[in-house]
């Protein structure tokens, strides 16, 4: 190959792979440094020098004394055929490797900088863990936790998501991005609505509970242009196609406000507001609707409620005009029923340790909410032990009763049987003295007057038996 193919080729090259040719140039003469190495007999050290003209190679040798010094310098140039198969497969070896080095470090470069960017994939691979999307070059990775809940996936389709993350590893960038981001929102919006992309329209808060709603406040910096029109469109066209990528997710876009008490009240949107007031540390907003918005301004399982406190940063109490002439407390009604959000964990920058942000403002460490947890238990455990102690005395107490019953019982029946047997052994007794004493004056009777004796015994004992039942009866 002449050195004018070379140079075609070299300029191909680079083309095919995406890289410059001076990076090509590099790899070319690292790999020609490592082929030299395996020659036999080559020196300690080389450096190996190009020119990109001419595409000729120039091979300076030296050698290495007992200090490591490089000494002998010296043009060891070798012809191409003096190189060898090992030196050739070498060669071979090493572009690639560097190739491959290059191409990764591109496109790590290429996406570093792409944090909170949206870009557009194709599902690749899904499964219980994460899915893949191909972007082309790359993949990217959509873990579990980042994609909605219900939303299934299908291989072969279009999918946008956010970019959360750019990581560098040994086989090349891992590209984090996800669908339940925010940022996504105002991603998507930027690219359907112009207003926002040129900067006259901005975002100024979103809150989203991911596959099911969310809430956007907009702001218009010029009088002219309406933001939340702006970013409906034209019979909601625009707003559409941000419903439609998220796959009918509700979006309520309110209207941004800096005055509090009113940019609440905007945020509890579509339910109607009577009073807004402010607490003194701003972190509180006690909400007075009419009756018939109550369940409007607090939304399904609380929802519009806590979407409201999200976008203003402020802890939303909401009572009806009713529970206000009741007397019912700010906080009262919502306290049992409206799920507030929850908040985040986040690093002191002074002191390093984790603290717990709650969505209505309050701050709690790390150790103080291990206190709390520690201080729960060991309630339940109190009032579990408490519980069953009273199960105890009450089975004591009710195996005392039953126990008295039943002596009682047996009691009873041993005095009724004792007296009836008594009135029995009484009545046979009386029965056979006036037998004995009808036989000694009357020795002379017949037979038929011993029968008729007889059967009045029989007669006076059944009597007897006949009071012995009612006795016991």
């Not at 103080?368 to 105890?392: K, V």
């Not at 009045?456 to 059944?462: K, L, N, R, W």
Request: proline fraction near 4%.
């Amino acid at each position: 190959m002449s050195n004018l193919d070379m140079g075609e080729a070299i300029r191909l090259l680079a083309q095919e792979k995406g890289m410059s040719e001076d990076d090509l140039l590099h790899v070319l003469v690292d790999a020609l440094a490592s082929a030299y190495k395996r020659r036999p007999g080559a020196a300690d050290e080389v450096i190996v020098e190009v020119n990109p003209s001419s595409m000729e190679f120039t091979f300076t040798a030296y050698d290495l004394d007992e200090d490591g010094q490089w000494v002998n310098e010296r043009d060891d140039t070798p012809k191409k055929e003096e190189l060898g198969r090992i030196a050739a497969q070498t060669f071979r070896q090493v572009m690639s490797q560097r190739i491959r080095e290059v191409e990764r470090d591109r496109k790590f470069e290429e996406y570093a900088n792409r944090e909170g960017d949206i870009v557009t994939g194709i599902i690749q691979q899904t499964d219980t863990r994460y899915t893949l999307l191909d972007l082309g070059r790359v993949e990217a990775l959509l873990p579990q936790a980042e994609q909605v809940p219900y939303e299934r996936p299908n291989p072969g389709d279009r999918s946008k998501a956010y970019i959360v993350e750019v990581r560098k590893t040994a086989k090349g960038p891992q590209i984090v991005v996800s669908r339940t981001h925010p940022g996504l929102i105002k991603r998507l919006f930027e690219l359907e609505v112009p207003e926002i992309a040129d900067g006259i329209v901005e975002i100024k808060a979103c809150a989203r509970e991911p596959g099911h709603r969310t809430k956007i406040a907009v702001w218009s910096n010029d009088h002219n242009v309406d933001p939340v029109g702006a970013c409906v469109g034209a019979r909601g066209a625009r707003v559409r196609m941000v419903v439609n990528e998220l796959r009918g997710e509700k979006i309520d876009i309110v209207p941004f406000s800096d005055d509090l008490p009113d940019f609440v009240a905007k945020a509890l949107s579509p339910a109607k507001v009577n009073s807004v007031t402010i607490s003194d540390d701003g972190t509180a907003a006690d909400v007075i609707v009419p009756d018939h918005q109550l369940s409007l301004a607090i939304g399904r399982e609380g929802q519009n409620a806590r979407l409201a406190a999200r976008l203003t940063g402020v802890r939303v109490d909401i009572r009806s005009e009713t529970q206000v002439a009741e007397g019912v407390p700010a906080g009262g009604y919502l306290t049992d029923d409206v799920e507030y959000a929850e908040g985040e964990w986040k690093a002191n920058p002074e002191t390093g340790e984790m603290e717990w942000h709650a969505a209505d403002g309050t701050v709690i460490s790390q150790s103080e909410w291990a206190e709390q947890n520690e201080a729960e238990t060991t309630d339940d455990a109190a009032d579990g032990d408490a519980a069953e102690t009273d199960a105890t005395d009450g089975d004591a107490a009710e195996a005392t009763d039953e126990a008295t019953d039943g002596d009682a019982a047996e009691t009873t029946g041993a005095d009724a049987a004792d007296t009836t047997d008594d009135a029995t052994d009484d009545d046979e007794s009386a029965t056979g003295e006036d037998a004995a004493d009808e036989n000694e004056s009357d020795a002379a009777d017949d037979d038929a007057a011993d029968d008729d004796a007889a059967e009045s015994d029989t007669a006076d004992d059944g009597s007897a038996d006949d009071r012995g039942d009612d006795d016991t009866q």
